[in-house]
């Protein structure tokens, strides 16, 4: 269960940066920078800048002070790494979210990639999604080994519209994201607050 977040997949964000560049018709509808506006306007000062891309130094040690191991969403305000990058990225756990996914993608390359996320675009303006786009995600994770989490269908009533695919759900998470911290003490790290698994801080592209 989520610890600070309603995001499904995770237990808490960490956003030790802000702000992102839009770069492509993709981001047009982007959350993080509906979020931060609304941010702004209640005064926030981690949004001082809006949406413009701001360090946060003073929460790069944060998770240290978490004394539950936890599923840690990296920057859910914010982009940091090109899918190219973030191969040579050493986590233990990398994953891709696709959302919103606006096109198919044909030729997903998930080598070295352990965990797809797929959801539609949600809000206002919403864009379609279509069922054979998702599938062609999901049918490629199957075939490389790749946990396949369908998040949402999305639309302007996403809860009504739920996160059925093919008549189930989707909530694959790669083995070490599942572990429980106990079965593998090795892999914790602490100081003097207590443990954190360094494998559970988990690295991602906003979107492709
Ligand atoms: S890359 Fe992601 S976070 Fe950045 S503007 Fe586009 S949708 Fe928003």
């Not at 600070?4 to 018709?25: A, L, M, R």
């Not at 506006?37 to 240290?64: A, H, I, K, S, W």
């Not at 083995?175 to 593998?184: I, K, M």
């Amino acid at each position: 269960m989520a610890l600070d977040s309603f995001i499904e997949w995770t237990d808490s964000t960490w956003n030790p940066v802000t702000g992102c560049t839009k770069i492509s018709p993709g981001c047009k509808h982007c959350y993080a920078e509906r979020m931060a506006t609304r941010l702004v306007g209640m005064g926030q000062p981690r949004y001082r800048n809006g949406f413009e891309v701001t360090l946060q130094p003073d929460l790069v040690r944060l998770p240290l002070r978490w004394r539950r191991p936890r599923v840690i969403f990296v920057n859910s305000m914010s982009d940091l790494f090109h899918i190219e990058r973030l191969r040579a990225v050493p986590a233990a756990v990398r994953f891709l979210s696709l959302e919103p996914l606006l096109a198919p993608i044909s030729s997903l390359p998930v080598d070295g990639i352990d965990w797809v996320i797929v959801g539609g675009e949600s809000g206002p303006g919403a864009r379609p999604m279509a069922a054979d786009w998702v599938r062609q995600i999901r049918n490629r994770c199957a075939r490389d080994g790749v946990a396949f989490f369908f998040k949402q269908w999305g639309g302007t009533r996403k809860k009504q519209a739920g996160r059925l695919l093919d008549g189930r759900t989707w909530d694959e998470m790669p083995a070490s994201v599942l572990r429980q911290p106990w079965e593998d003490d090795s892999r914790l790290i602490s100081d003097d607050r207590g443990p954190m698994r360094t494998t559970d801080l988990a690295t991602r592209p906003c979107s492709i």
